[in-house]
């Protein structure tokens, strides 16, 4: 099987000859143009997450001059999601929830102000708003199910500091972009934050976004409700990101993860990562499906798709998750491996 | 029968039991900040647009204090739109292609900047890509059926400058949101920027877009032939503005139009007003079904909407269009009548 399952719980089943909608949420956060939190190379990190969904809306990205790069040399985990939105023909539609550089692609707005300053606690002002929004953009989207994936550099930095704000073993436990996992920089980062915000065991949920999270996460959280109470799957594609999502779901509406339609998918990079701990804090949330696709890059071409095997990457753009549909729904998935091969020149300009 | 049907040609059986989508594609005229061509108050004309979608999408208006209320006193034929919206719980989604004041719900992006200068025939740069951005935006939306609208003060003197441009006679055609009609004052401004932009029978339809259309113009064209490519049917929700929009789509696709699969949906009181000629213009761009959804609003409680009757506002945010698709799925347009006046002292605050 290339789909890794833990705690499926015939969610697969629910998933299957479905229609799905896939859509990107994207959000710069201020603290990543001054603290090292990102992987992603400081000189293009503003443009990163416009120019991912626009790879997957239209098959190149417009707000640079190729598709994301990472320092290893490897590809934006875009070019796995721009695969999968082409071989299974897939409708996408992208959300930002304040990305530093707006997408030349036809999308959705929702706060056009980055995520703010998560070491002096103050991420935003409007979490609660962000996440009625959402549910209210959730209830006007037609579809069966929805998969629905982050780019949002500086998020696993966002993702730790909610989870620990709701009281999670979190530490350590984040996955990274990069090779490297600076975790000592993000814990001290998000120490800091809660501090400042006063976030104590009284805090709401919507305290804790506004000190430390990012706005990726009201958004995601109120899509996944607004899809699920409709009895429609949700696939939360994503790793440790999409775990404070999760988290943030169950402090919303506790009941709703129990009608069991609402999983989280991802890549066999995050699940396999020994510097990250996903099925860690998803157990400590509940017991929620993780899917994980394989996708055989260990034999790739690219050196630069070889390198997510060693942990460069591993994740992003909703790559895992709609993966795990497309593979559910009879893709093979080294037939993503040969499309990026296929498209790597024509995309990376290499003539 | 509550539908005032021209050339039906069979549209009607089409459009039911079909899951739609609609949309209401909104732009600001920069002409319209200091020459009177449209009925919109002067000083809330840059807030009519959001705070016409917000009402359609959230049941309120969120830019003003009420939703737009014209110079006669009656209400927005958004009021029209939500009272459709909810009684057919129709999904929505509201484009902006240039508003000058951005809606505070969630919207898709095309284009953040107003239209220009129709006089200075600089009404755009950008209508082939705002073409290309919205036909593959109509890909990625999820539905049986389009009902595409719009808000736009100041639109029927781009219709007309399209019209003439591409060669209609549509001089004294147009209809108006107000009981006055400056026929010579909307001519006297388009006739200045096709002049200026040296708009001849060479000319492309984007040349004349660039010159004297709105930015809705091509976004709407985009959406309808990306459906229509599909074999889905479209409702060009609107009275001479969406002629316009048609006359566009015959020149960018001509065979799109034997399909019959895009029509016309309107009010009565366009299709009845004597001030404009909305089938003359029609019948210039070929065999299209002009559909007209009756309202009984002579017998209505609220002067504002009795007015309707008289010529204000007539139509406008696809409400027309959507009317025609309710009614043609069984609604009693008389229930859209009682709606507004249950809703109207909650809107207007007329506690």
Redesign the interface.
Known sequence: MDIIAINENGFLDKIKGK?P?FTCVISSIETTTYIPISGVHRDVIKYTPAADVELV??GKSLSLKTPPIDATGSPSPATITRACVELKNI???H??AGAFV?PK??????D?KPTGKIEEGKAMDNSKELFE??Y??G?????DMLIVGESVPGGTTTALGVLIGLGYDAEGKVSSGSIENPHELKIKVVREGLKKAKINENSSVFDVLNAVGDKMMPVAAGLAISFAEENKAVILAGGTQMSAVLAVIKEIDKDILNKNLIAIGTTEFVLNDKKGDLKGIIEQIGDIPILASKFYFEDAKIEGLRNYCKGSVKEGVGAGGIAVYCIANNLNPIKIREFIENKFDEWYKKP
Do not use: Q, S
């Open positions: 229609n909608l809306f239209c409708k996408n539609l959300i930002d707006k692609i036809p999308f959705i707005e929702v056009e929004k959402a209210l953009l209830k006007n989207l037609n579809a």
